[in-house]
């Protein structure tokens, strides 16, 4: 599998060690370079400074090869600029991204996004732990 992930926060660089380590081609991108000191030292994926809201970018990292795109930077509006971007500009077969507000998780899916709010599957698993 082919994946580009944007932000290599802690979610972002977890991600991108995990698809590495089971052999998928992983390409990260942050704005901040010093993000990237987040990644494991055995990481043998690419990690690229830019911006994934910017279509150069995106065809510079090699975007219209791209099986998977996931957006987890901390600034929801932006991950659903570029899940926008990768899912209907560039036809990525599977956009995920991550949305901190949960109001707006509905509201992104319904344009067609696949949003993941860390704030309701958090609070999911903590109600199922307290009524288990």
Known sequence: MNVIIMGCGRVGAELAHLLDAEGHKVTILDADIKNFEKLLPDFNGTALAGDATDEEVLRKVGIAEADVFVAVTRDD??????AQIAKQIFNVP????????????????SLGLEAISPTSVFARLIKEKLEG
Request: glycine share 0%; proline share 9%; hydrophobic share 30%.
């Open 77 to 82: 509006d932006k991950n659903a600029m570029a």
């Open 94 to 109: 599977k956009v995920v991204c991550r949305i901190y507000e949960p109001p707006r998780e509905e509201f992104y899916r």
